[in-house]
């Protein structure tokens, strides 16, 4: 994607270990070139931790946005 986006983390960890934060900062630069050019386009990010020991994964969401500087409000559409 070109330009803004928004990005929704879901984490479900396999055990009640590891800082969501220090997650969120590996899975955001692995997408560098894949979802987005730069993460320095992130203009928003939603984050979730949960724990799913038979399952565990990383859900991602990226989406375009409209960011206006301005007022600071973005309008995010069109999830990939």
Known sequence: LV?????DVRV?????RGDLDNCL?????AMKGIGYEDDSQI????????NDKL????????????????????TCSREY
Do not use: M
């Open 43 to 50: 203009v928003k990010i939603t984050a979730e931790r949960f």
């Open 25 to 29: 900062k590996v899975v955001l630069d």
């Open 55 to 74: 399952n565990p994964r990383i859900e991602l969401t990226i989406r375009s946005c409209a960011y206006a500087q301005l007022n600071q409000h973005s």
């Open 12 to 16: 479900y960890r396999p055990a009640q």
């Open 3 to 7: 330009g803004a986006v928004a990005v």
